[in-house]
T-cell receptor, first 114, second 111 residues
Framework: AAGVIQSPRHLIKEKRETATLKCYPI?????VYWYQQGPGQDPQFLIS???????DKGSIPDRFSAQQFSDYHSELNMSSLELGDSTLYFC?????????????FGNGTRLTVT | RKEVEQDPGPFNVPEGATVAFNCTYS??????FFWYRQDCRKEPKLLMS???SGNEDGRFTAQLNRASQYISLLIRDSKLSDSATYLC????????????FGEGTQLTVNP
């Protein structure tokens, strides 16, 4: 079965550069979530979209922005990168919200800022 | 206080053992409850949803006590492949569409 696809798997950027992470949800899933997970920590919610509109916002820095496109894929744009942004970023998708169906996570993008 | 709290772990058990994980949540308005499993450096994967009446899936049994705001996961006849971090996850209606994760409890099943 098709799963959530994230690209790239690994990304290396320098401080103050910009990075774009992409997420392709499971076909027919209309909700996309972005999470950030540091080593040994639980996933922290950043932002979510339902039917191309932002549905919820968590601890996402102002330097980051995201959107969901007409084909339901989503992109997380990260500007003025800082060393502390180096961590694992997960995207997840669901059909409707989490009250309707469980989240399915992608393999993640590991960002390293040098 | 964290919104979702779990046993700190880690748990080390022999194959065949029964192990139980506990979780409490702070928001009484929480609507949906899940157990996710996460292997090292991998993405979280849904293990099972937790229903008010309790539910079982093979060797795994989940219980929910809304009055005590308590969730549990019981693993019977544990296998080496059960070794992972188990995450208690809660959706709070008031927080929109996000899921809130506990810090996870690490389980190692030894031969």
């Amino acid at each position: 079965a098709a799963g959530v696809i994230q690209s790239p798997r690994h990304l290396i950027k320098e401080k103050r550069e910009t990075a774009t992470l992409k997420c392709y949800p499971i076909p027919r899933h209309d909700t996309v979530y972005w999470y950030q997970q540091g080593p040994g920590q639980d996933p922290q919610f950043l932002i979510s979209f339902y039917e191309k509109m932002q549905s919820d916002k968590g601890s996402i820095p102002d330097r980051f922005s995201a959107q969901q496109f007409s084909d339901y894929h989503s992109e997380l744009n990260m500007s003025s990168l800082e060393l502390g942004d180096s961590t694992l970023y997960f995207c997840a998708s669901s059909l409707g919200g989490p009250l309707d169906s469980p989240l399915h996570f992608g393999n993640g993008t590991r960002l390293t800022v040098t | 206080r964290k919104e979702v709290e779990q046993d700190p772990g880690p748990f080390n058990v022999p194959e065949g053992a029964t192990v139980a994980f506990n979780c409490t949540y702070s928001n009484s308005a929480s609507q949906s409850f899940f157990w996710y499993r996460q292997d090292c450096r991998k993405e979280p994967k849904l293990l099972m949803s937790v229903y008010s009446s309790g539910n079982e899936d093979g060797r795994f049994t989940a219980q929910l006590n809304r009055a005590s705001q308590y969730i549990s996961l019981l693993i019977r006849d544990s296998k080496l492949s059960d070794s992972a971090t188990y995450l208690c996850v809660v959706n709070e209606e008031t927080s929109g569409s996000r899921l809130t994760f506990g810090e996870g409890t690490q389980l190692t099943v030894n031969p």
